[in-house]
């Protein structure tokens, strides 16, 4: 039996409301023990955790990991080593590869790879529709049987109602959620920023608010209509917030996530940069108003899950003018330290609920495994040092792209071990 | 009152009006009054940037502005390239970096650029050494063009301050509006923007102006009325219904203009869409200084040309 015990740490734990020094104890990738003082049996690795964190794994919901097809950008090899490196033991990778994951081929080789690579589990999201056009469903069953967990459209909203309503329909025999990036794309009209008064004192084409914000609505309504479950993508306005707020009151299934830098930049961020596209987004950097209503949201609950959108890019792709460039910026390695310095060292949550936020929501709202150190669950495990303080350094990433915006930022509590399966797959240097 | 000039210009480019200071734009007004001159001789050439190696790089479509840089870097003396790419070589796949490093090799001094996208110039001028003129950039800034309209100005009013100008049309798509706005909100003008809301930006307050969603209110005292070109492109058809609802609602007529100041001019960045934006008794009128600005141009060219030059090897000779 293989065993591994871990000592002294400050267990964090919402699904057991657990907040205190203890021991977990992990025997064969299995959480088998969880205790003030346990002993260990002998040929027992010891880890001590002492002045560390010790959380359920954290579970992005929100990650490309662009293989099969653009392993330029990232492989699923690399993007679970950064994974891991960030402090996650699971993600959940988007569709919209090449070929599209809309077939059960193509979430079998996710799978596979995910397997060889031996690191983060991979949850593979299938497409809504076939080939992510927006007419013909795809196999969503068949998919699900192959290990999808989700369906989306990403970013190509169904923009047909019927289809995302039958979706909905549909999905409920499988019992999963569906997700929605929430963008009307005639409204959005080839923007590349937030739409308002820094987009018109710098001159780039806005994305109104409310090309998210009539999505949001629409598919709220079909939420109800359906009973289906909805589960909203990175959103980013206060008034797409205010629209989950009235589908949660109707106790709707509806669900939410944030990406980290939308809690953090803003559009003057996007002019301070000088037109740079590692600061262009989708959904764009948006209002300090909108941050606010974000934080706002993350503190009362309105926010299931904090996700990293990881949307890595060859550089060669960002060094078109802002327009031509692609959207999306890699998150996976800088999430978990963006949300404890803003989040936690801000004063806007503690612990409990951003561990919540990122481990234990997660898990519930797309029925995953893990998010809890109850026993027997899996031990899928993310080690925190608060107190850690460290530049952003987008060279020592493991991820295959360097798009990021947070180059040289300091920041306040780092990921230090991740374990999976009761193994121990990243430990920070020194 | 008029602003004091600047000495010189602070930085290695002119990427936008917006970072130019009421001294600078002065020193350029100044400078190209002194240039103007060099078009009346019988030989119109001077020999300031002899040797020095101008690209007039053209990403979109162009033939006044690119003649006009053209005519003013032949008069001051400097070798001229023209690259002539869409910027569609980015489907080919080729950056914006990529055009840079290739045009860096044939070492220039200054690039003139004009690209479909803003912001172009100013990504440019972070990589490269050459000086780098921005000939219009998307949506966002023309500043050699608000530059010449402002020096237009100037030869009929002395001075900018308390002007009252009205700019009419497609705002919104308008480089030429928002530099002219950028420019004209620096030296104390009042600046008028017309458009339905259609064509105008959100929360256009923020460049200094006063909206108006007719153009008769607009005019009331107006010292000088700048009429945009309209474009009824597919792609736009959801802004405005026909060119002529638009000239019947929009357009620049006689009977309009006579709702402006009796010593108002009338201006237009070209070209012009006789009967759209602009009736032929206006443009072709007494009022009308549209040709001016033609001949104006070609000397703020020369003189942002001139003082880039100075700038760059005085720099060089500090070093």
Redesign the interface.
């Known amino acids: 039996m293989k065993r591994l015990l871990i000592r002294n740490g400050r267990v964090i734990d919402p699904s057991q409301g657990l907040d205190q020094g203890m021991d977990v104890l992990i025997e064969d990738g299995v959480i088998s023990s969880i205790s003030e003082r346990l002993t260990a049996p002998a040929r027992t690795k010891v880890f001590d955790a002492a002045g560390l964190v010790v959380a359920p794994g954290f579970i992005d919901l929100h990650t490309h990991l662009r293989e099969p097809g653009f392993e330029h950008k990232e492989t699923i090899a690399s993007g679970c080593q950064a994974a891991v490196a960030g402090g996650f033991t699971a993600v959940c990778s988007m569709p919209d590869t090449q070929p599209v994951n809309d077939d059960p081929s193509v979430t079998a080789f996710i799978c596979r790879r995910a397997e060889q690579a031996a690191l983060a589990r991979v949850y593979p999201v299938g497409a809504v529709s076939k080939g992510l056009a927006g007419e013909e469903m795809a196999e969503i069953g068949e998919m699900v049987a192959a290990g999808a967990v989700a369906v989306t459209d990403n970013h190509r909203p169904v923009r047909n109602s019927q289809l995302f309503r039958r979706a909905l329909e549909y999905a409920r025999s499988f019992d999963i959620p569906v997700l929605a990036h929430e963008e009307d794309i005639e409204l959005s009209d080839g923007g590349s920023m937030h ?3 820094v ?8 994305m ?1 608010t409310s090309a998210e914000d009539v999505m949001v609505a629409r598919d709220v309504l079909l939420a109800d209509l359906t009973g289906g479950r909805l589960h909203i993508c990175h959103l980013s306005t206060s008034t797409a917030l205010d629209l989950v707020r009235v589908a949660k009151g109707r106790g709707l299934a509806v669900s939410c996530e944030v990406a980290a830098h939308q809690f953090i930049l803003t559009d003057e961020d996007v002019a301070g940069s ?3 596209p590692n600061w262009k987004t989708n959904p764009p950097l948006r209002s300090a108003s909108d941050v606010e209503a974000i934080l706002q949201a993350v503190y009362d609950g309105t926010v299931d899950a904090i996700v990293s959108d990881h949307e890595p890019h060859h550089a ?2 960002k ?6 460039a692609p959207f999306g910026i890699v998150g996976l390695e800088t999430a978990v330290p963006l949300a404890l310095n803003r989040l936690v060292h801000g004063r806007v949550i503690g612990m409990m609920q951003l561990v919540r936020l990122m481990s234990t929501r997660p898990a519930e709202i797309f029925g995953l495994p893990g998010g809890t150190l109850r026993e027997g669950a899996p031990a899928d495990i993310t080690v925190l040092d608060l107190r850690a303080l460290k530049k952003v350094d987008p060279t020592s990433f493991k991820s295959k792209s360097r798009n990021t915006p947070f180059a040289g930022v300091r920041l306040k509590g780092w990921p230090t071990v991740t374990i999976v399966g009761g193994e121990i797959v990243w430990q920070a240097k020194g | 009152m008029a602003v004091e000039s600047a000495a010189a210009l602070s930085g290695k480019d002119v990427v936008g009006i ?1 970072h130019l200071s009421p001294g600078e734009i002065q020193l350029i007004l100044d400078t190209a009054e002194e240039l103007l001159e060099v078009a009346k001789r019988p030989i119109k050439k001077v020999p300031a940037l002899r040797g020095s190696t101008v690209v007039n790089l053209f990403m979109e479509a162009s033939t006044r502005t690119r003649f006009s840089f053209e005519v003013a870097e032949k008069r001051l003396s400097a070798d001229t390239l023209n690259f002539a790419a869409s ?1 569609s070589s ?1 489907s080919k796949g080729e ?4 055009t840079a490093r290739n045009l860096m090799a044939m070492a220039p001094d200054f690039i003139v650029i004009r ?6 110039p ?2 440019l001028a ?1 990589v490269v050494p050459a000086s780098i003129i921005n000939a219009g ?5 023309h500043p050699t063009q608000a530059l010449l309209d402002a020096f237009t100005m100037r030869q009929t009013f002395a001075d900018l301050e308390g002007l009252k100008v009205v700019i009419a049309g497609d705002i919104r798509h308008s ?1 030429v509006a ?1 530099s002219n706005a950028f420019l004209l909100d620096k030296m104390g003008a009042e600046v008028r923007f017309v458009a339905p809301a259609s064509l105008q ?4 307050e ?2 200094g102006v006063i909206p108006f969603l007719r153009l008769e209110p607009a005019l009331e005292g107006a010292d000088v009325v700048m009429m945009l070109r309209i474009q009824l492109e597919r792609q736009k058809r959801v802004n405005f219904p026909s060119m002529r609802e638009y000239f019947d609602f929009f357009a620049l007529t006689p009977e309009r203009l006579d709702l402006a100041a009796g010593h108002a001019i009338v201006m237009h960045p070209g070209p012009m869409n006789r009967g759209v934006e602009i009736d032929s008794g206006v443009a072709d009128g007494p009022r009308s200084v549209i040709l001016d600005q033609v001949t104006n141009g070609v000397a703020i060219r020369m003189a942002i040309l001139y003082l880039l030059a100075g700038g760059r090897s005085e720099a060089a000779s500090d070093s």
Do not use: C, M, W
Not at chain 1, 199 to 206: A, K, N, Q
Not at chain 2, 95 to 98: G, I, Q
Not at chain 2, 115 to 120: I, R
């Open positions: 739409e308002g008064r987009s018109t004192r710098i001159g780039l084409r806005g109104p000088g037109y740079d060669d792709e060094e078109h003018d802002f327009a031509d | 917006s910027s980015v950056t914006l970096f990529d690209h479909p996208h803003s912001g172009a100013h990504r972070k950039d998307g949506i966002n800034e480089r928002r930006p959100v929360d256009v923020e460049l």
